[in-house]
């Protein structure tokens, strides 16, 4: 799994970091499914503040459509967490839904056609 960043040049440089620590730690159960995150920062508004942090996570699957969540905040921190967060939920949920597709719903009971009437 190949994690690649860009950040704004009047975001602090440890933001790099915080971006490789928290995609290791979120995205490291799904390495066989996930061919690369790019994660993208950009401070919206420059110096005048607000909620003007924006983080762009893009998670490439294999075989699957990719996930890309946008998340905007107040602190880089927060934005980076939030939107590795549900970036990480959403390949949960694409690589729960890969795993389950084809099978029936009931568990032990064969489908309607292969049952057989005493």
Known sequence: MKISFHIDACL?????DLIERRCEFAFARFATVIEG???????ENGPKGGESIRCVVRVQLLRRADVIIHEQSDTSERAIGMAVDR?????????HRRSHTGRTKRRGLAPAAERVSA
């Open 12 to 16: 602090p440089p440890e933001t790099g």
């Open 87 to 95: 970036a990480a939920f959403q390949v949960a949920r694409h690589n």
């Open 37 to 43: 995150v790019t994660v993208t920062v950009t401070d």
